[in-house]
């Protein structure tokens, strides 16, 4: 596909586990990124992966990496109600300047 | 605490008007990304800088939208006259390429909120 993909909203019960999913779009992609926007805030790094990686794992947030069905996601164990917010996931593509984004996955966490 | 701080973060403007925001990046950055926010389109590029030069500013509407890095510690976009349809979110974002020993990582400002009545 021509667009990064992402499911656009996703409901969880506070202390389960979240896994959003993302598509993107060229499997020569170099890094992959995920992003946390909360209301009215900017957009908030909140980890990235190597394209080399298939794992990366840093304290709640887990991603993984399917470079051969273009497919990323990011796990957050133990979903707490600050983690309510739109998840974006980027890639970058050779030899662009720029990011390319998903249309954001919005996380409800239901206490 | 490095981040990349904009300005201001809220402008009600009446159309016709010239509409200035300012971004500072992170210092030792090189590249200076301009992005805008609304809820039909998601996120879109508009422009960006590299070494203070513009480099890609093709999503950008030429005719009332300009970018500008008058230092290394200053981008502005300006949007003269604006209009309506200009109401959106608009984000800088700063980094640091794989070619200048960074990650190709943006890191994103808190973003100007602008709405033209």
């Known amino acids: 596909g021509e667009d990064v993909e992402q499911s656009l909203f996703l409901s969880v019960r506070e202390g389960d586990s979240s896994v959003i999913n993302c598509t993107y779009t060229?499997?020569?992609?170099?890094?992959l990124y995920w992003y946390k926007q909360e209301p009215g805030a900017g957009l908030q790094l909140l980890t990235y992966?190597?394209?080399?990686?298939d794992m990366k794992q840093d304290q709640r947030l887990t991603v993984l990496l399917n470079k051969k069905d273009k497919h990323l996601s990011l796990r957050i164990a133990d979903t707490q109600t600050g983690d309510s917010a739109i998840y974006f996931c980027?890639?970058?593509?050779?030899?662009?300047?720029?990011?390319?984004f998903g249309t954001g996955t919005r996380l409800t966490v239901i206490p | 605490d490095a981040r990349v701080t904009q300005t201001p973060r809220h402008k009600v403007t009446e159309m016709g008007q010239e509409v200035t925001m300012r971004c500072q990046p992170i210092?030792?950055?090189?590249?200076v990304f301009w992005y805008r926010q609304t809820m039909m389109q998601g996120l879109e590029l508009l422009a960006y800088f590299r070494n203070r030069a513009p480099l890609d500013d093709s999503g950008m509407p030429k005719d009332r939208f300009s970018a500008e890095m008058p230092d290394a510690t200053l981008a502005t976009l300006k949007i003269q006259p604006s209009e309506p349809r200009d109401s959106a979110v608009y984000f800088c974002?700063?980094?640091?390429?794989?070619?200048?020993?960074?990650?190709?990582?943006?890191?994103f400002g808190p973003g100007t909120r602008l709405t033209v009545l």
């Open positions: 980027a890639e970058k593509k050779p030899g662009a300047n720029n990011l390319f």
């Open positions: 060229d499997s020569s992609s170099t890094y």
């Open positions: 974002a700063s980094g640091l390429p794989l070619t200048s020993g960074g990650t190709d990582t943006q890191y």
């Open positions: 992966i190597f394209s080399n990686m």
């Open positions: 210092l030792g950055h090189n590249t």
